[in-house]
């Protein structure tokens, strides 16, 4: 009897959950499809969802109309450019934190999220004119820069609550071995970190691929990711829905074959150290 | 190979890579529409005539490009030779000194040609900051066959009181079909430019001279009552949603009777993606006897920012792009009906133009309707038909647009959104320091 109660249960859960992916899901199904109709179709009353004539025309205009490759590569560069600077500082950061605190890490710690509070534009004009004056305004260099120091917190908080999970007398017993700091974090912290490592770098590739106010306010035709080349499909007086939608899923689908096929890691990652 | 043919070759090289060198790239940032997409398809008759000039080209939703384009200029970033500027920028900009001055266009340009009521939008003190490459008013877009049916005829000029009229006429709500469809949706570019536009027409004014502003007058009470009355009664449901795109939508499936909006929805209307295309006449914008009807004014034009690197180059291409030679350039590649409108006389006595735009007549009286430095019926110290171009105006437009989004959505009474949007913009007006 108990054990039909758990099916049901489970069942439950399980159409639920379903329900729940679906739901979260559907604005992106939604926009994968209405890519795929003409623009008169993609406005039509009530909408048709399968039956309409399915055209790829909207792909074939936007990669006649725009570079997409630019800005795919400006997005792959400025992404993993930002994420991988970004593990450099913040994995040393992070141990020193989480294995020689000193008495005000803590609040160092929380001085480093409350950066994240800022909203971004109180900030937009002095980086711009530092950038106008370094000559960074439009340059891969300078997106990577701002990106790395806005999910900086991220990282380092990420690595930090890993880094605590993993015993401190496995690290004592590699230096008591011989070796050096340099040593001790390549190669004894950062192999047990990888599952930690990964999540984070998977997250903060997808943060810094989908960040659209830094990337739109310091470009402008050379290192415009691809979130320029979404806005250039949007307009408020014009029915482009059709192929706004196309350029999104151009844009999205890279980054959601990644979490597709990285979906364990990041989920491992992020419920690392949750349950204990 | 000999060592001369070797010297030769590397000299011939090295005269190359000076004259790359040499090319000039100009920026050029744009808004996303029919017009300016065509623009940048057709610019490689540009670059063919000058091939010392490469563009690169940088197009942006309306909304992300102003402010993208406000950071640089007022920070002098130097990222653009080229902006796409509305007629709201164009005067705060000259004032401060940011445009460079298009008084020394080529005599073959012929600046005077450009129609008086967007050359005045476009100019401070008789200088003209921006050449415009298409114009726009708005105007009343509806079905003829709709009006038939309801035994009614559509002057060339309507007045408030027909519209109301045809709008209970035509609506017909079991079947979807909507009198009057208009702008709800907040933003200072969406309901507040029609309904700016609208109230010029009932007398009503933002600013009196000494720039108090006036939304606690009867005029603004009569037209905000008016607009409120037409939706609730005859619009579509959920129109305090709905904007351009959204109209747009609802008349090309035949669920409006009449819409008012920008002309450059004409093309659109009787286009092959509407199914009412062979059905749409088209009149003035409303009046209400008071010698002002309720359209607007605006043009999206190329300005040059002041401190570019690359200025003659830019006076260059903003010369070519805004030119006759560019319409006609239009005109052979995709037809008349295609050319930038609302910008140039001589398009307007252009017969070939008039036979393939059955809207361009409306659309030339439209503009022409328009003052923008006598907008309403009553002086005021500013300049604008739909907007009030001063730097603050987005910010309290949008608010108080909110507030009459909130009313058309039955949030709050018109009296109670006019006494909201008063206090707000008293309160930035004091705060920015006007009339003091």
Known sequence: ?276 | MTKTTRILMGATALCGMAAIAQAETLTIATVNNGDMIRMQELSSDFTEKHPDIELDWVTLEENVLRQRVTTDIATKGGQYDVMTIGTYEVPIWAKQNWLVPLDDLPEEYDAEDILPAIAGGLSVDGTLYAAPFYGESSMVMYRTDLMEEAGLEMPDAPTWDFIKEAAAAMTDKENEVYGICLRGKAGWGENMAFLTAMSNSYGARWFDENWVPQFDSPEWKAALDDYLMLLNEYGPPGAANNGFNENLALFQQGKCGMWIDATVAASFVTGDDSTVADKVGFALAPDNGLGKRGNWLWAWSLGIPAGTDAEDAAKTFVAWATSKEYAELVAEKEGWANVPPGTRTSLYENQEYLDAAPFAQMTLDSINAADPNNPTVDPVPYTGVQFVAIPEFQGIATAVGQQFSAALAGQMSAEEALQAAQDLTSQEMQAAGYGQ
Do not use: C
Not at chain 1, 98 to 122: C, E, I, R
Not at chain 1, 207 to 213: I, K, V
């Open chain 1, 1 to 276: 009897m108990a054990r039909a109660v758990s099916n049901r249960r489970k069942v439950g859960y399980t159409i639920a959950a379903w329900i729940i992916g679906l739901a979260i899901f559907f604005p992106i199904l939604w926009t994968i499809v209405t890519s795929f109709k003409t623009e008169a179709e993609a406005i039509s009353s009530p909408p048709s969802f399968m039956f309409f004539n399915w055209t790829t025309e909207n792909y074939t205009t936007v990669l006649e109309r725009s570079n997409y490759f630019r800005h795919f590569w400006n997005s792959v560069v400025i992404s993993l450019g930002s994420t991988v600077l970004g593990l450099i500082i913040a994995i040393p950061a992070a141990w020193s934190m989480a294995f020689v605190p000193a008495k005000h890490t803590k609040n160092v710690l929380m001085w480093m999220l409350s950066t994240k509070m800022l909203p971004p534009v109180g900030v937009l004009i002095p980086i711009y004119l530092i950038f106008r004056d370094v000559g960074l305004l439009d340059t891969k260099t300078g997106l990577v820069i701002v990106l790395t120091l806005i999910n900086l917190p991220i990282i380092v908080w990420m690595l930090y609550t890993y880094f605590k999970e993993i015993p401190g007398e496995i690290l004592e017993a590699s230096r008591m071995d011989g070796a050096s700091l340099r040593d001790e974090i390549i190669y004894v912290l950062t192999p047990m970190a990888v599952p930690g490592i990964a999540s984070t770098l998977l997250l903060n590739v997808i943060l810094a691929w989908n960040e659209a106010f830094w990337t739109l306010n310091l470009t402008a035709a050379k290192a415009a990711p691809l979130t320029a080349f979404i806005a250039s499909y949007s307009s408020p007086e014009g029915l482009f829905y059709a192929k706004l939608s196309a350029a999104s899923t151009m844009a999205i689908a890279p980054i959601l074959i990644l979490g597709w096929f990285s979906q364990k890691q990041l989920v491992r990652g992020l419920t690392f150290g949750a349950v204990k």
